[in-house]
């Protein structure tokens, strides 16, 4: 479902992070972009090609933690051919493709977002009203500014600063004060124990470690309260979760993407989407689309547990 990670973004573009986005994201414990991998990727040879390359990879090197440091920095002076670091290369863009999205193009993220909504039915699933709730991954708010309206109190936690810069103006232009912002992720969640009545996470959670896993569930467990609930809106592998004891429910209704704009819908299939969802504009001239036309289903799917302790 979407374009060439390599054609969107180069290698210094990893840059745009700060040092504890990238412990977050190159890392052995999580599996993101092992650091081996992004060491290949800066492997430099000394030449020309390299050299600008070389201090972004000292200034990650020196954010890393020791272990991880000093995989990535055997991996960056093991010599290799250029073939192989164009392969690396690739493959840290493609795995960190929507991070560097969150990071670097945000207002281009919450044009994506603004089309692709989700249904709110997922909130009373999640009881929601006069509660306290943590949205866990809550990018620019697409959950949290409905969430907002009806909970007492909302903690939006996500670990890009672009992404919850975004939100906080979203929140000032609402009039919305009930929100606190936290920057962090699944793994770590800060705040005490039975603390919130429910969790919801929209299209953030997942399986492996990077977006979740079993340490991040555990996490949410840990935070909301005996009978609380947590909601996964838009589950990427419903069958994980049901394994974890979770429901899976698919709320009734028709749902389309649908843009302001016939401008806004084709910059966004042109950078996100690819050519079925191009063609699929040039046919209709009209300024939304199927989930079909991409092989997504719709969001209007979820995973929910009640918590008992
Ligand atoms: C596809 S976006 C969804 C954002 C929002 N929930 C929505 O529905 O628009 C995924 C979000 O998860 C966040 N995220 C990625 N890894 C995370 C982690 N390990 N812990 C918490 N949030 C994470 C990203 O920064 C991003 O905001």
Same mark, same amino acid.
């Given at each position: 479902?979407?374009?060439?990670?390599?054609?969107?973004? /180069?290698?210094?573009?990893?840059?745009?992070?700060?040092?504890?986005?990238?412990?977050?994201?190159?890392?052995?414990?999580?599996?993101?972009?092992?650091?081996?991998?992004?060491?290949?990727?800066?492997?430099?040879?000394?030449?020309?090609?390299?050299?600008?390359? $070389?201090?972004?990879?000292?200034?990650?090197?020196?954010?890393?933690?020791?272990?991880?440091?000093?995989?990535?920095?055997?991996?960056?002076?093991?010599?290799?051919?250029?073939?192989?670091?164009? /392969?690396?290369?690739?493959?840290?863009?493609?795995?960190?493709? @929507?991070?560097?999205?969150?990071?670097?193009?945000?207002?281009?993220?919450?044009?994506?977002?603004?089309?692709?909504?989700?249904?709110?039915?997922?909130?009373?699933?999640?009881?929601?009203?006069?509660?306290?709730?943590?949205?866990?991954?809550?990018?620019?708010?697409?959950?949290?500014?409905?969430?907002?309206?009806?909970?007492?109190?909302?903690?939006?936690? $996500?670990?890009?600063?672009?992404?919850?810069?975004?939100?906080?103006?979203?929140?000032?232009?609402?009039?919305?004060?009930?929100?606190?912002?936290?920057?962090?992720?699944?793994?770590?969640?800060?705040?005490?124990?039975?603390?919130?009545?429910?969790?919801?996470?929209? /299209?953030?959670?997942?399986? $492996?470690?990077?977006?979740?896993?079993?340490?991040?569930?555990?996490?949410?467990?840990?935070?909301?309260?005996?009978?609380?609930?947590?909601?996964?809106?838009?589950?990427?592998?419903?069958?994980?979760?049901?394994?974890?004891?979770?429901?899976?429910?698919?709320?009734?209704?028709?749902?389309?993407?649908?843009?302001?704009?016939?401008?806004?819908? @084709?910059?966004?299939?042109?950078?996100?989407?690819?050519?079925?969802?191009? /063609?699929?504009?040039?046919?209709?001239?009209?300024?939304?689309?199927?989930?079909?036309?991409?092989?997504?289903?719709?969001?209007?799917?979820?995973?929910?547990?009640?918590?008992?302790?």
């Amino acid at each position: 479902m979407r374009i060439d990670a390599a054609a969107a973004f /180069s290698l210094g573009d990893l840059a745009v992070f700060d040092a504890t986005h990238w412990r977050e994201v190159i890392t052995t414990a999580s599996g993101a972009v092992p650091p081996a991998l992004a060491g290949r990727a800066f492997a430099s040879d000394g030449t020309r090609e390299t050299l600008p390359l $070389d201090d972004l990879g000292q200034r990650i090197a020196r954010a890393l933690p020791p272990d991880d440091r000093a995989i990535f920095a055997q991996a960056r002076q093991r010599a290799i051919t250029t073939n192989e670091r164009e /392969s690396a290369r690739r493959t840290v863009l493609d795995r960190l493709f @929507w991070e560097l999205t969150y990071w670097k193009t945000p207002k281009e993220y919450e044009r994506l977002t603004a089309g692709e909504q989700i249904h709110l039915g997922a909130l009373d699933v999640a009881r929601v009203d006069g509660a306290v709730v943590l949205d866990a991954g809550a990018g620019t708010g697409r959950v949290t500014l409905p969430l907002a309206r009806r909970a007492r109190t909302v903690y939006a936690l $996500d670990p890009s600063l672009p992404l919850l810069r975004l939100l906080d103006c979203k929140l000032a232009a609402a009039g919305l004060r009930n929100v606190e912002l936290h920057r962090g992720a699944f793994r770590h969640v800060p705040l005490p124990d039975n603390s919130v009545d429910a969790v919801v996470a929209c /299209s953030a959670f997942g399986p $492996d470690e990077a977006r979740g896993g079993k340490c991040g569930l555990d996490e949410l467990m840990r935070v909301t309260r005996p009978g609380g609930r947590i909601v996964i809106i838009w589950p990427s592998d419903p069958t994980w979760f049901i394994a974890q004891g979770f429901t899976y429910t698919v709320l009734p209704g028709h749902l389309t993407i649908t843009f302001p704009t016939l401008e806004d819908a @084709w910059e966004v299939a042109t950078r996100f989407y690819g050519l079925a969802a191009t /063609s699929h504009l040039d046919a209709t001239a009209r300024p939304e689309l199927p989930f079909h036309v991409l092989g997504v289903k719709p969001p209007r799917d979820l995973c929910w547990l009640t918590v008992r302790k």
